[in-house]
């Protein structure tokens, strides 16, 4: 709600009926800490115009606004005597006329519906995250929707930590609802009335309401979490959260074993002496990917030991060194592993592939696009043809109408034909070339001028070239006007939209979208992650350590809730801190990632763009 006049807290509490413990929890601007606030919180002011957060639930009623009368202030008459007369306490006069003396022909302002005999209750508390708890569980449990949890707590994070501090609706225990993990829940969808979820999922009435004693009588609102028999059939008004959730499904807590090879190239250190391995350490760019990568495989490891699960992770060094692959194969069963992950190199993880064949181990390769259509083997990042569906997809099912362009530079015509096929009306322009017959991977502004239509434009860009992408930008932002709207869009964003020459002002202001493996870190939401890995490591997690932190504990959640084989756990589509996973088996039996984002440049920044 907006404040209509410049307030104290405290008078804001009074006349709001709300308790000081709810303001800070779901206002911590205010306050040190949201769960924790003094008697100087309470002191200051809020401002006409703020935006104050207000939290009610559906028992609660809310006192009307405080009602005042206008008293002149009497000769000899003081603040005590008034009080009597209004049946108000002197504390609440003050507070309502800090800047008034209490002086002759003053005149007050008395609040006279002010309910003196109660305060507000606390509809809020904190809660420490507990293992194997997720959103869903937490907001089921205290009978809300996943949204609304997220509402109260808009810093909870992608990934919900063991031991977080949460806030949630203040419910002893006995009103909880108990988690049965011999059902399934369902996420209401639509706003419908129970008889039409009764005939969409085939079940009777009573057999819901007794699952769901709360919502007798009540219209099943979207975002309502309900308790449904095993097996019930799905409609377009659900999502089953029992099988969208990896953390909260858990059905195998055996302890877990997988391994990871990486390229440390140990026998270059010389363990004697500081002087001389620290250039090492410094210049050694795969030694540092791999420790990066071992650091974010520790923490994972570690996140998710705390669901209550033991698990043993091996480490080898590839040592880049065929030799040293057969002594990792000797030396270890490699059918005691869950899985394996690496080696990092394509020629060493071909190696160990076609020299493990008799085992039916899974090897996991981690940061390579390279597919390997073995069918023990995982791929993690999505192949470029992905990124090529997904944005076409994204543009096709835009509804708001729009005319199509493609521009590209001579080692792009593939690509730029293909997309013509898609679009057969959009028009093609191409980047200049020379009498030479040299690619200047250039247009000039002549080639685009009384191009664009009013309304939307969107702009396919295909080019590796920095240059090009700079000149295209350039000339494509100064026709964007009231008018006429251009989003820029590329199936293949590479280096070359990111370099020293792009202007992050043009990609914003042409809305520059594309469809990406990863994201970066979300510096506020995944605080509570990014704590922790500095204080054990001393540094910023960088990408390789996100990397494997999401890999290793994506791996670890699929494994405890099936068989990596198992397509029904494919198809469960997860998001960790930059990475997102969902595969699918390849007709040549590899498991492939398909999950990718669409991100968009918006305001100088890069957001996730929520595909619809």
Avoid: C
């Avoid at 800070?24 to 957060?53: E, M, W």
């Avoid at 090009?468 to 006007?481: K, P």
Wanted: no cysteine.
């Amino acid at each position: 709600m907006s404040v209509d006049n410049d307030t104290g807290i405290q008078e804001f509490l009074i006349e709001n009926r709300i308790s000081a413990n709810d303001f800070f929890i779901i206002n911590p601007n205010y306050s040190q800490s949201r769960f924790s606030y003094d008697d100087n919180d309470l002191s200051k002011k809020i401002f006409k115009g703020d935006i104050i957060n207000v939290f009610y639930n559906e028992n609660t009623t809310v006192s009307p606004k405080v009602n005042f009368i206008s008293h002149k202030i009497k000769r000899k008459q003081n603040l005590s005597e008034i009080s009597q007369i209004y049946n108000v306490s002197e504390k609440s006069i003050i507070q309502y006329n800090r800047d008034i003396s209490v002086k002759r022909n003053n005149v007050l302002m008395i609040p006279v519906n002010l309910n003196l005999n109660s305060s507000p209750p606390n509809l809020l508390k904190e809660y420490f995250v507990k293992p194997k708890e997720g959103k869903w569980r937490i907001a089921y449990k205290y009978g809300v929707s996943i949204e609304l949890l997220e509402m109260l707590n808009p810093n909870i994070g992608s990934i919900i930590q063991v031991g977080q501090q949460i806030a949630v609706p203040n419910k002893n225990e006995i009103s909880l609802n108990t988690i049965d993990d011999t059902k399934e829940f369902f996420e209401i969808q639509n706003n419908i009335e129970i008889s039409v979820l009764e005939k969409n999922l085939g079940l009777k009435k009573n057999s819901i309401i007794d699952l769901n004693p709360s919502i007798l009588n009540k219209d099943l609102l979207k975002g309502l979490i309900i308790m449904v028999p095993k097996f019930t059939e799905l409609s377009k008004d659900v999502i089953n959260l029992s099988k969208v959730s990896l953390e909260e499904n858990i059905t195998n807590s055996r302890k877990k074993k997988f391994a990871i090879i990486l390229p440390f190239r140990l026998e270059n250190f010389d363990y004697d002496s500081i002087q001389n391995s620290t250039p090492i350490l410094k210049n050694d760019k795969l030694l540092n990917i791999s420790l990066d990568f071992l650091f974010g495989a520790e923490m994972a490891v570690k996140s998710f030991s705390e669901l209550g699960i033991d698990v043993k992770m091996d480490v080898f060094d590839s040592a880049i060194n065929k030799d040293k692959i057969d002594k990792i194969i000797y030396e270890n069963d490699f059918n005691n592993y869950d899985f394996i992950i690496g080696p990092l190199t394509n020629n060493l993880f071909n190696y160990l592939v076609n020299a493990t064949e008799e085992s039916g181990v899974k090897i996991v390769k981690p940061l390579s696009k390279k597919q390997n259509i073995n069918k023990r083997i995982i791929n993690t990042i999505p192949d470029d043809s992905i990124l090529f569906n997904k944005i076409i997809s994204h543009v096709k099912t835009d509804t708001v109408f729009s005319e199509k362009y493609i521009i590209s530079d001579s080692r792009s015509l593939d690509v730029a034909s293909k997309i013509k096929k898609i679009f057969p009306d959009s028009k093609q322009f191409f980047s200049k070339i020379n009498e030479s017959g040299i690619d200047t991977k250039t247009l000039v502004y002549d080639d685009l001028d009384s191009t664009f239509v009013k309304g939307k434009n969107i702009v396919f860009l295909e080019t590796k070239e920095q240059g090009f992408v700079s000149n295209v930008t350039s000339i494509l932002n100064s026709f964007v006007n009231d008018t006429i709207k251009i989003e820029l869009v590329s199936t293949n964003k590479n280096n070359a939209f990111e370099g020293v020459n792009i202007s992050n002002n043009y990609l914003s202001n042409l809305s520059f979208q594309y469809a990406s493996t990863n994201k970066k870190i979300d510096l506020i939401n995944d605080k509570f992650f990014i704590e922790k890995f500095i204080n054990h490591y001393n540094y910023f997690p960088n990408k390789y350590a996100l990397r494997a932190y999401d890999l290793v504990y994506d791996l670890l959640l699929r494994i405890s809730n099936g068989d990596l084989d198992d397509p029904s756990i494919h198809g469960i589509e997860t998001q960790y801190l930059e990475n997102k996973f969902k595969y699918r088996t390849s007709s040549s039996g590899s498991i492939d990632n398909v999950g990718v984002f669409l991100m968009r440049h918006e305001n100088l920044k890069i957001s996730e763009l929520i595909d619809k």
